[in-house]
């Protein structure tokens, strides 16, 4: 550690000897001369040699560090860059690429159609093939049972077209040419609790002896019915 270096005359103030500073008493001397401050130190054993400020000088032992000596050799201390912090963050893959949409055909995908009204109900008095054209050559679509109730939304010469939610199309066609394989009417009635064939008759023909034609155009064989049971009515 170095020591404050001192001007061997002042020019201004003295070095003054003494044992305390604070104690004015005890000084032995003041000099502007630094060499004979500390030859008056050096016969007085215990004294000391103070600046105007009052900082101790001289002996050597006495003065105090001021600092680190500016030849002295600084540790250096290497600029250490500031350490990143890794990339944690989740390295997003590759997206796949999304297939293109293709264009919807409105072949393939036809907007939904409502079916012709229904202008007839009907009765099929057997089983019967039912085809996608009004022709015995034409493809079977499904297959009726007897008694099947359809309805009917065109009479096409000979054959019935149909609502058949087997087709493609909703419709299809049955053969009944001269009435031969189903019964017809304009009207269905549904069989209530209470229900009889006479009541029937007399509320929706106006006459309850009409009951015969109710037996006839449904393929009955009795006046027997049942709740739930679908009625054609002429």
């Not at 003295?14 to 001369?33: F, T």
């Not at 939904?112 to 019967?128: H, V």
């Not at 007399?202 to 049971?229: H, Q």
């Amino acid at each position: 550690m170095s020591k404050k270096e001192y001007p061997a005359k002042l020019t201004n103030g003295y070095y003054r000897v003494r044992e305390v500073w604070e104690d004015e008493a005890s000084q032995l001397g003041a000099y502007r001369l630094l060499a004979n401050a500390k030859a008056k130190c050096d016969e007085n054993p215990g004294s000391r040699v103070f600046d105007n400020d009052g900082n101790v000088i001289y002996p050597e032992e006495a003065v105090p560090d001021t600092g680190a000596d500016e030849s002295e050799e600084k540790a250096v201390v290497d600029d250490i860059p500031e350490e990143k912090p890794e990339n944690t963050a989740p390295v997003e893959d590759t997206p796949v690429e999304k297939e293109a949409e293709a264009e919807v055909d409105e072949n393939e995908f036809p907007t939904a159609e409502e079916l012709p009204a229904t202008i007839a109900y009907g009765k099929l008095k057997t089983l019967m093939n039912i085809r996608e054209m009004p022709d015995t050559g034409a493809e079977v679509v499904t297959v009726y049972k007897r008694n099947t109730l359809i309805e009917i939304v065109e009479f096409c010469a000979g054959w019935l077209k149909i609502k058949c939610p087997e087709a493609v199309s909703g419709l299809a066609y049955v053969l009944n040419s001269a009435d031969t394989y189903a019964f017809t009417a304009s009207k269905i009635y549904t069989v209530v609790p209470g229900d009889n064939l006479w009541k029937i008759a007399e509320r929706e023909l106006g006459s309850g002896s009409r009951c015969a034609d109710l037996r006839v155009l449904n393929g009955l064989t009795s006046n027997a019915i049942r709740v739930g049971m679908k009625l054609l009515i002429p």
